[in-house]
């Protein structure tokens, strides 16, 4: 019996370096699409988006959880980068820094073309993959970023736009955020508005993928239902797991199922473990709970790396992706599973949302009702102030009155 007590350790070591071989195997051909990374918010913050500085070159970049070694470790084929701007630059200048941090992720694709190539669509995926780079998209984090405007919102999709998060966490006066399901905010528009819907709309027509992280669940069952295309959220968890709003309910995984949608699994402390510390198995728990309930298909990543304050243990950045395959592959998770959580099933969406797109249909026009918007910074360019627009009778005859009393004084 000492024998067999001794060996086991030996067995689990041998066993656990099989399934770490395995998972790498796996990711040199399917590298890992990752739905959600901060590291531009990171460029802003620490060097003001000065790429050029010294400490800057992402070859070398030691404080932040992403550097092009770590992706190179991690076996990162494909990252939706997060072009952020904060909820308190809404009604301000969030197009401005919103436009700032597009053009960031332009210049690490310019100044590291060896690395990343900035792509918009599957085929630029797909290709990137052959090339060995890392396919660079941009998803905007945060639906005041289009400042309520369709065409802010088309204006990004042609700078290279592939999702738009359609709050975070602050509503926009077109839809609420996550923070309404705690009681923190009050819901303004019971998941999205008439404009909000026009804007799911829009992205449907233009191919942009509407994600619902941050949303609250009125508006993620508002969206699933209306959108004609698959969503993702682009960095949550499973609720049932983890009883923080930020996270998915089972009642939505199954509506996520229902639509082919993708839920792209959180690494974030809080929203893994509702605890200060975490770890790679309970990330995988998580995995597990939405494969369960949404199926195989609904599965994928979404580390929220350079985000976050706190990641779990075995999770410290990109480079250990293949550690949390490596431990699916453990949990008796298929190859087909496998390949589908790190591309596939994000390729799959994309695809569809792709078919579903239609640029020779006539765009979504009607803009958002002038009331709606707060107009203490702003200008009203294109409201009319024509007595024949959008005035209500009481309103026109206050302006004649004040019209024919200026004239009596001439």
């Not at 959600?36 to 003001?48: A, E, V």
């Not at 939405?290 to 706190?310: H, T, Y």
């Not at 910074?377 to 007595?387: D, F, L, M, N, V």
């Amino acid at each position: 019996m000492w024998i067999s007590w001794w060996l086991w350790p030996l067995v689990a070591l041998c066993t656990g370096d099989q399934f770490r071989d395995e998972a790498e195997r796996i990711m040199q051909g399917t590298p890992v699409i990752d739905g959600h990374n901060d590291l531009p918010w990171q460029l802003l913050t620490m060097f003001n988006n000065q790429l050029q500085q010294e400490k800057a070159n992402l070859t070398s970049l030691a404080q932040t959880h992403t550097n092009i070694p770590k992706l190179k470790a991690g076996f990162v084929g494909g990252q939706f980068w997060s072009a952020y701007t904060p909820c308190d630059t809404q009604n301000k200048d969030a197009v401005r820094r919103i436009l700032e941090q597009i053009d960031v992720i332009h210049r690490m694709c310019q100044m590291y073309p060896e690395t990343f190539v900035c792509v918009t669509n599957s085929t630029g995926i797909r290709q990137a993959f052959r090339e060995g780079r890392v396919a660079s998209l941009v998803g905007v984090e945060g639906g005041h970023s289009i400042d309520s405007s369709l065409g802010v919102l088309r204006a990004l999709y042609h700078l290279g736009m592939r999702y738009l998060t359609l709050t975070h966490s602050c509503n926009t006066p077109w839809a609420d955020n996550w923070l309404v399901d705690t009681g923190k905010d009050k819901a303004q528009s019971k998941g999205l508005s008439d404009f909000g819907q026009s804007v799911v709309k829009e992205m449907n027509r233009l191919g942009v993928i509407i994600d619902l992280a941050h949303a609250s669940v009125a508006t993620m069952k508002a969206a699933l239902r209306l959108s004609k295309a698959p969503v993702v959220f682009s960095h949550s968890s499973a609720y049932s797991l983890c009883r923080h709003q930020r996270n998915v309910p089972d009642d939505v995984l199954q509506l996520v199922n229902q639509t082919g949608s993708l839920v792209m699994v959180n690494f974030y402390n809080k929203y893994v473990s509702c605890q200060e510390e975490a770890t790679l198995s309970q990330v995988a728990d998580h995995l597990d709970h939405i494969k369960k309930v949404a199926g195989a298909g609904a599965v994928g990543f979404g580390g929220d790396f350079d985000g976050v304050s706190r990641v779990p243990s075995g999770l410290e950045d990109v480079s250990k992706y293949p550690d949390l395959v490596a431990e699916l592959l453990r949990r008796q998770w298929t190859e087909v599973e496998v390949r589908g959580a790190l591309a596939d099933n994000l390729l799959r969406v994309f695809e569809a949302v792709e078919q579903v797109s239609d640029h020779t249909r006539t765009p979504e026009e009607e803009p958002i009702p002038l009331d709606k918007l707060e107009d203490s910074c702003r200008t009203k360019y294109g409201y009319s102030e024509a007595p024949s627009f959008h005035h209500r009778p009481g309103a026109l005859l206050a302006s004649l009155t004040t019209i024919l009393l200026g004239l009596s004084l001439l």
